[in-house]
């Protein structure tokens, strides 16, 4: 059975870091993409083979989606912190084409990220 566990969330303070995880278990993802949500919005998209990247607009040039291939796990970090990166954070894998809120083969249960201002 294939899984998605996220942690690393909590509270911090506008400006802070935190450091999300996404251990993927039951299978192996080489041909998948993995992505972070908020929202129901887009975050940021890895592929686990060529670790190319794409983010939204709005974390670009403060969060970095990363994975470690030996370790199936997906991460986001996520530095210079705003109050509205308030939100729920889930990760996501789809087969050959990045995930999105709609179209995915996984999704994970969610973390939550508090931004005090």
């Known amino acids: 059975q294939v899984r998605l566990v996220e942690s690393g969330g909590g509270l911090v303070q506008a400006g802070g870091s935190l450091r999300l995880s996404c251990v993927a278990s039951g299978q192996t993802f080489g041909a998948y993409y993995m992505a972070w949500f908020r929202r129901a919005e887009f975050v940021a998209q890895i592929s686990w083979n060529s670790?190319?990247?794409k983010y939204a607009d709005s974390v670009k040039g403060r969060f970095t989606i990363s994975r470690d291939i030996a370790k199936n796990t997906l991460y986001l970090e996520m530095n210079n912190l705003k109050p509205e990166d308030t939100a729920v954070y889930y990760c996501a894998a789809r087969k050959f084409l990045p995930p999105t809120v709609n179209d995915h083969d996984y999704w994970g249960q969610g973390t939550q990220v508090t931004v005090s201002s």
């Open positions: 670790g190319s990247t």
